[in-house]
């Protein structure tokens, strides 16, 4: 079979059509919401358009990467991240009152952002390595593991995201057989602290909570987010008022519209019938990373597959319940919709390893 | 691998299918909740959504409408308008208050008073509200606000109507003032529904006929719908509506005549208000001092505020309106009307006066002003001698009952309705108000006095006025209005005010000849102001009276000279002229001015010969004229 083809035709054999058709129709919506919400910004839409084709590009690469090698990385990937989260408390950079951020001089970082991957290609490692001889052991140091970074990235403090990445552990776990006993008795257990992790919230992530409880209580404040948001969805009707032509967003009342509130937008514009679209888009992403996890002959494919295709709609999830108004505003973005290169890079790598388990079918012990 | 692993893995594999499907149906509740959640905004609370969106989107910007201009009855301005450019800061732009206050203080004098004024104005506002600093600003002040504004964010130059009152503080009284619009403003509005026809307005009309006509004045605030975005700026104009001027008001008061009667009173304070006895029209109203209404336009300094509002001579009250005093003797006419209507006195029945009179069985002596009494007095000599006794005997003959019902019909002890706010009702005693006011009973002494004027009665000059113009023109009730017409502002048509017709009284005519008799010989030689109808070409009906300040003790003399001016009586006076075809009809009080005749009467004079002849006081100057427009 090999031979005929040229390198690059061999190359693109390792996407998946279905997911790659979704995340291009996807990515196509984007572009025309983020130009109708930018004003037609000739340099935001080039700029989506440069951290598109960078992300598509190094989704065909990770998708031509075999599983078996992908899942080497984990340890170093992990190990390198937390280490970059301990310098970021450290050293880091402050900015919007958080710890966040490394500054490398030519460009800033945020660690955080390599866990989002680093930690569920540990823990698949991980699982693999002791697929035979599994143990309670092993569930309690991958916990440690996922606790490790959650905690650093809670104390930046970085809530949204320390708990994107606390689901993505908790996923894997949960796919790697964590018994149903232990999970229900962590869940009480959690339930249980919640008064202490509120007093353990900073005043403005407690703010947060408290806004998205009674936003009419601050309405120049924090409150002013969700409530224009929510306006901008609500007025958009059944049909939408129609692309370019949401009066919220095109008259700058819904702040962000590009990035984390591009979903009002979109609901704006587009209307009840378009956000039932735009979710049975995200399904069929969910639907057919499951679907590739279900065949998956490793382990490891199996646990990242299953895990980043849930990750993947806990994102959609977080952020539109966060823009219409029924989560606190915690800053996360809606997968392959709104602008921003790091978070699109994330997402689409996140794709190519589904697309490499999905493309390479032979079994690999380590 | 071992067939036990094997197997393992199989139960594994199990395991992560069932997990997966468990999976998926985690992932369904959660899109499912996100679309109930879509549905209700979008479908359920749509039209709330689209309702709060359109308003975000849509701003109505106001047009304040150009206040309506006031002329006296020969078109002279009483109030204008004049186009100024006046500096404005809004708190809430500035890069510090106190730092861009100090910066301009080094562009452009700012006056101690002005800041005063400003910081009261910026503590009654909101942050984001603009508040005035200096208004009137000069071409060059002008010219280098403009030149630095770009580094003093927060302060603007706008071109405003300011309002001016030409007339001076003689007019204060009448036109009142227009002043900022403060929260007991804004509330009154908003009860009455007018608050969104003041949306561009900044001033309200204060007191005076700019209050009273204040909806007349104001006009309609145009509106022009702009799209905005969320900054608030002004994207483009969907809909205009032009604002509706207010209208123009022309006065019966003659600004000269004003002019003439305030001159009269020299230094003394008082109130007068003369009518025209036909319509009612106010031809002058007087209360002395006045105040200059400028002052109060943008807010007054707090200073001068309080040496305003606590000075002894208390400038800001309304004498003529607001000021009440025993009518004392001018009620005299009136109550031999009384006399002769109800049958209790013919016009030759003849008392004797003893200088005193008492009440059957009582000690008690209600004593005449003249000690000595004035002998045989008939109805027209009670009137020109102004004979207490008399009226002692009369007011018992007649009752407390009658006298209150007779007086009540010229207006006494209510309101007479003049087209001006706050108007003192005065006091008109009965019976039945003293047992509903204090719930004691009637003593017959409080009649005895009741018959002169003295006592619980009060009444305000304006009452007097009214009453005094209805003795004049035979018993035509009328309401005193100041304004005669009204200009609209579109056709420049002057639409005259129609006097508000409110009844004849039946009077016989023979009785009230016998009254206006004896207020003619009051100016005659012999009268008690006879010296102040002294060649006059026209003939003048009058009645002095005095309204008591302290209570003299019985037996006591009151001696004027020896007391301090704040304890002397205040001089009364009531008339009318030509007196056969009466023109004007006037009451003056000269407060501490002693005696009617001495005091009150010339001001009447100097009052009725400007009107009827146009003769000026000699010692006049001619300032008044410049007025004119």
Redesign the interface.
């Known amino acids: 079979m090999p031979g005929t083809d040229g390198w690059l035709m061999r190359r693109l054999r390792h996407l998946d059509p279905i997911l790659l058709i979704l995340v291009l129709v996807l990515l196509g919506i984007s572009l025309a919401v983020v130009a109708s919400a930018s004003g037609q910004n000739p340099s935001r839409i080039t700029g989506h358009l440069v951290n598109m084709g960078l992300a598509l590009t190094l989704m065909v690469a990770v998708a031509n990467v075999p599983p078996h090698l992908l899942s080497k990385i984990g340890l170093p990937l992990y190990a390198a991240g937390v280490v970059l989260l301990v310098g970021v408390a450290l050293f880091g950079e402050i900015r919007n009152g958080s710890r966040r951020w490394l500054d490398f001089g030519v460009m800033a970082f945020q660690p955080s952002e390599l866990l989002k991957l680093a930690l569920p290609l540990m823990l698949a490692w991980y699982f693999q390595r002791n697929e035979?001889v599994r143990g309670a052991r092993h569930y309690l140091i991958a916990g440690v593991l996922v606790l490790l970074p959650f905690v650093l990235i809670l104390r930046q403090p970085d809530l949204g995201t320390a708990m994107m990445i606390g689901a993505s552990g908790f996923?894997l776990l949960?796919?790697a057989?964590l018994p149903w006993k232990v999970m229900i008795g962590g869940g009480t257990l959690a339930a249980g602290s919640l008064p202490l992790v509120w007093n353990l919230l900073h005043d403005y992530q407690q703010r947060r909570v408290l806004t998205l409880i009674d936003p009419a209580a601050d309405p120049l404040g924090a409150g002013y987010h969700i409530i224009?948001s929510?306006?901008?969805?609500?007025?958009?009707?059944?049909f939408g008022k129609g692309w370019m032509a949401g009066?919220?967003s095109q008259?700058?009342?819904i702040p962000e519209r590009t990035t984390d509130f591009v979903f009002a937008v979109f609901?704006e514009e587009f209307?009840?019938v378009g956000?039932?679209l735009l979710?049975a888009l995200?399904?069929a992403v969910?639907?057919r990373g499951?679907s590739i996890?279900?065949r998956a002959p490793t382990q490891f494919g199996?646990l990242m597959a299953?895990t980043l295709?849930?990750n993947f709609?806990?994102y959609?999830?977080v952020n539109?319940?966060m823009v219409?108004?029924?989560l606190p505003v915690v800053g996360v973005p809606l997968p392959l919709m709104s602008y921003g290169g790091t978070a699109l890079v994330t997402l689409l790598l996140g794709v190519g390893i589904l697309m490499s388990v999905a493309t390479h079918r032979q079994i690999n012990k380590t | 691998m071992s067939f036990a692993?094997l197997k393992?893995l199989d139960r594994?594999l199990a395991?992560?299918?069932g997990?997966?499907r468990v999976?998926?149906a985690?992932?369904?509740l959660?899109?499912l909740?996100?679309?109930v959640?879509?549905?209700y905004?979008?479908?359920v609370?749509?039209e709330?959504?689209?309702e709060?969106?359109?308003s975000?989107?849509i701003s109505l910007v106001p047009t304040a409408p150009n206040r309506g201009l006031i002329f006296d009855r020969r078109g002279r301005i009483l109030a204008e308008n004049y186009s100024a450019y006046t500096l404005e800061i809004t708190r809430a732009q500035t890069r510090g208050l106190e730092t861009t206050l100090a910066e301009v203080g080094k562009l452009i004098e700012i006056t101690p008073g002005q800041l005063r004024r400003f910081r009261r104005l910026l503590a009654e506002s909101h942050e984001f509200e603009t508040v005035p600093l200096k208004s009137k600003l000069t071409d060059e002040e002008v010219a280098i606000l403009a030149a630095n504004r770009y580094r003093l964010p927060g302060i603007e130059v706008k071109a405003r109507l300011f309002r001016n009152y030409r007339a001076g503080p003689g007019m204060a009284h009448v036109v009142g003032y227009i002043g900022r619009i403060n929260d007991r403003d804004l509330k009154i509005l908003r009860e009455s529904g007018r608050d969104r026809n003041y949306k561009g307005s900044a001033h309200i009309g204060k007191t005076g006929l700019e209050q009273s006509y204040e909806t007349l004045l104001h006009g309609r605030t145009g509106f022009d719908q702009m799209?905005?975005?969320?900054?608030g700026r002004a994207?483009r104009m969907l809909s205009r509506v032009s604002p509706v001027p207010g209208k123009d008001l022309r006065l019966h008061l003659d600004l000269e005549l004003q002019a003439v009667a305030e001159h009269a009173f020299g230094d003394y304070l008082g109130g007068l208000v003369a009518l025209d006895p036909n319509t009612g029209g106010v031809l002058a109203l007087v209360s002395k001092p006045g105040f200059d209404p400028n002052l109060f336009i943008d807010g007054i300094d707090p200073e001068t505020w309080k040496m305003l509002n606590e000075s002894p001579e208390r400038p800001m009250v309304n004498r003529a309106l607001r000021g009440i005093y025993p009518p004392g003797s001018t009620i005299k006419p009136l109550m031999a009307l009384a006399g002769l209507e109800l049958g209790l006195r013919k016009p030759a029945d003849a008392f004797l006066d003893p200088g005193y009179y008492s009440l059957p069985n009582s000690r008690h002596r209600f004593r005449d002003w003249k000690p000595q009494g004035h002998g045989w007095v008939d109805l027209r000599r009670s009137i020109s001698q102004s004979c207490d006794v008399y009226y002692y005997r009369l007011a018992v003959d007649m009752g407390i009952d009658r006298m209150h019902d007779y007086l009540a019909k010229f207006g006494l002890g209510e309101k007479t309705g003049i087209d001006l706010d706050s108007e003192s009702s005065g006091l008109l005693p009965s019976r039945e108000w003293k047992q509903r006011r204090w719930k004691k009973a009637w003593y017959p002494g409080e009649t005895v006095i009741a018959g002169i004027g003295q006592g619980y009665h009060l009444a305000t000059p304006l009452q007097l006025a009214a009453m005094t113009a209805m003795l004049a023109n035979g018993g035509h009730r009328i309401e005193p209005r100041l304004v005669e017409a009204v200009r609209d502002p579109v056709s420049h048509v002057w639409q005259p005010l129609p006097p508000t017709p409110r009844g004849q009284l039946a009077i016989d005519p023979k009785n009230l000849a016998v009254v206006r008799e004896g207020m003619l010989d009051v100016m005659r030689p012999g009268g008690t102001a006879a010296a102040s109808a002294a060649g006059a070409p026209y003939a003048i009906a009058g009645k002095t009276g005095t309204a008591q300040v302290v209570g003299i003790k019985q037996g006591a003399r009151y001696d004027a000279s020896r007391l301090a001016r704040q304890h002397r009586d205040h001089a009364l006076f009531i008339a009318y002229a030509p007196a056969e075809k009466p023109a004007i009809a006037l009451a003056v009080m000269v407060e501490n001015g002693g005696s009617g005749s001495g005091t009150a009467a010339p001001i009447a004079r100097a009052v009725f010969d400007f009107y009827l002849t146009g003769k000026r006081p000699g010692d006049m100057k001619l300032e008044a004229s410049d007025a004119r427009d």
């Open positions: 035979t996923y949960f796919f057989g224009q929510t306006i901008a969805i609500g007025s958009g009707g059944l009066t919220q008259l700058d009342f609901g209307g009840y956000a039932i979710v995200y399904l969910v639907a499951l996890a279900g199996r299953a295709s849930l709609f806990t959609v999830f539109v319940g219409s108004g029924i | 692993a393992d594994e395991r992560f299918r997990r997966i999976g998926a985690f992932v369904g959660l899109a909740v996100l679309l959640r879509a549905y905004l979008q479908v609370r749509h709330h959504y689209v709060r969106a359109e975000n989107r799209e905005t975005d969320a900054s994207v």
